[in-house]
């Protein structure tokens, strides 16, 4: 099976994508921390080279960050493959809840 794909459609900057996808990952160290170790991301520019442990198993990805869109690409061995029918589509609603314009409103409107 290839690697796992998603595209999640923004209008936002992409500093502001960048900045949400960022603090993102915070929560995620936070609450599946236990699930999820030695979490590691690295970013040059746009795009960000991410790799963790989970049950076991070793998950390294890219995430680009364009104009109109984030594109992820994660390797997943074997055993993880079987789950990404399951788990892309839950991605790709979560991607489109952080990137969707409307936060960003709200927050301009709180302050």
Request: without cysteine; proline residues 4%; hydrophobic residues 40%.
């Amino acid at each position: 099976m290839p690697d796992m794909t998603a595209s999640i459609p923004h209008q936002l900057t992409r500093a502001e994508a960048k900045r949400r996808i960022q603090e993102q990952i915070g929560v995620v160290r936070r609450q599946y921390g236990a699930m999820l170790t030695n979490l590691q991301e690295s970013w040059t520019g746009d795009a960000m080279d991410f790799s963790l442990t989970t049950m076991g198993q070793s998950v390294s990805g890219r995430l680009t960050v364009d104009d109109q869109a984030v594109h992820l690409t994660v390797a997943l061995p074997w055993l993880l493959r079987m789950l990404a029918d399951t788990v892309k589509p839950r991605i790709e609603q979560q991607g489109r809840l952080l990137l969707a314009r409307h936060t960003q409103e709200a927050a301009a409107r709180a302050k």
